[in-house]
Structure formats: C-alpha cells, structure tokens
C-alpha cells in the first residue's frame, strides 16, 4: 500500500471557526510533512515531523497548530484563517532511515476561507 | 542560495508528440532529484528519482536525465497522450526534509 490518504477533500470555513484536516499512511514511513500550495505555485513546506515529533517548523503561524498522536497519523488543526489562508494543503510522508526514498503525497485538502 | 529553476514555463504540444522539460538546480549539497506529475487540485505523484550516479532512468514514456556535472535534468515524454496534461515538478534533495521544488513546468496536450 503506497497510498497517504487526507480528509476532507474540500473545506469552506469561515475566520472564526475551528477545523481539523486530517493525513493517514500506513507504508510505515516515520517522518510525515505538511505542505501548502497556492495556485501555480509549488508546494511550501510547512511542518515535518519525525518518529512523531516536531522537527521543522517554517516560521508558520499559531493559528495552524500540527498533531501526529501516532506514526500513521498527522493532523493540522486550524484556527482564526486568513481568507489569504484558502490554499490546496498536502501531506506526504517517507522514510527516515534513507533520504533517497521518495516521497508519497496524499491528494490533498481544498481548503477555502471565507 | 538553493534554486532550482525550470522551464519552458508553460508548452502546448499536439498529442503524439515528443516534448523535453529542463530543470537547472544550485543546490549543495546534492542528495537525489525527483520529477513529480501533479494534476490541477492533485497531489504530485513521482515519476522518477535520481542520485548523483545515475545518468538516466525511465518510467515507461517517460525518461528522465541528470548530468551532476552541469546541474542539469531533463524530462523526456515520448508519443504524449492527453492525459499527460499536467504540471511536471523538479524537486532536489538536499539531505533529510530538505527538498528544494521548482516552479513547474504546465504541459498542455491537445488532440
């Protein structure tokens, strides 16, 4: 199974509310990322997680909060956006131990807000 | 400062056709090069990955080139179908959760 699943696909939600997006894999692969993508643009990493910790942050903002409760699972918990915050956001995930593995992306949540 | 540049930007191509996408990286230190497709609204799919040894690799009507020695990397699409429409990423590796994505290139395949 080479798959990373991610739920839901499309999401509209206003600046106030709270929401979970939410990435699933299970090839056994111990580091897990966050990207987002903006149309036409590539993808910008967010967060990485390895062995479920937090190793590389890029400077994002609070109101984007990751979770991994364990190693098949990521979360990315979102608070206040930003209507600049309506975005495709991608997980991916590959293995730790070799750095020429590649990296399995997910299909990605359609995230709008309004 | 790491870069990896791509081009053409954009290529409209009839279908059955050849086309070649370049990328150009400055990226040190080099640990693979990967060529995903991402359809619009997708998630990018990898079609090949490349360490410093290895000239040439292929996945079926696609082939992909690294010359380490220029920096360059080329993807091949032979006989293009219209599902080869898509955007096509250079992404280098340069060592553990650092990868460095091009711009894309944006193939269209008309009939």
């Known amino acids: 199974d080479t798959e990373v699943t991610q739920t839901p696909k499309h999401l509209v939600m206003g600046m106030t509310n709270k929401k979970s997006l939410k990435c699933e894999q299970h090839?056994?692969?111990?580091?897990m990322y966050w990207y987002k993508q903006k149309a036409k643009k590539p993808p910008e990493l967010m967060f990485v997680y390895s062995y479920e910790k937090l190793s590389i942050n890029e400077s994002v903002p609070s109101r984007f909060s990751p979770e991994c409760p364990n190693s098949s699972l990521l979360n990315l918990h979102l608070h206040a956006l930003q209507p600049e915050d309506s975005a495709l956001y991608l997980c991916?995930?590959?293995?730790?131990?070799?750095?020429?593995?590649?990296?399995?992306f997910g299909p990605g949540t359609r995230l709008t807000v309004t | 400062k790491n870069q990896v540049e791509q081009s053409p930007q954009s290529l409209i191509i009839l279908e059955g056709k050849n086309c070649t996408l370049q990328c150009n990286y400055t990226v040190s230190p080099f640990s693979n090069l990967r060529w995903y497709k991402q359809d619009t609204g997708r998630g990018p799919v990898s079609l090949t990955i490349m360490t410093f040894s290895e000239n040439t690799k292929s996945n079926g009507r696609y082939t992909a080139t690294l010359d380490a020695d220029t920096k360059q990397s080329s993807l091949h699409i032979t006989a293009s179908q219209l599902s080869d429409s898509a955007s096509y990423i250079c992404?280098?590796?340069?060592?553990?959760?650092?990868?460095?994505f091009g711009t894309g290139t944006r193939l269209k395949v008309l009939a």
């Open positions: 090839m056994g692969h111990r580091a």
């Open positions: 992404v280098v590796s340069s060592g553990t959760y650092k990868y460095i």
């Open positions: 991916a995930s590959s293995s730790r131990d070799r750095d020429s593995y590649e990296q399995y």
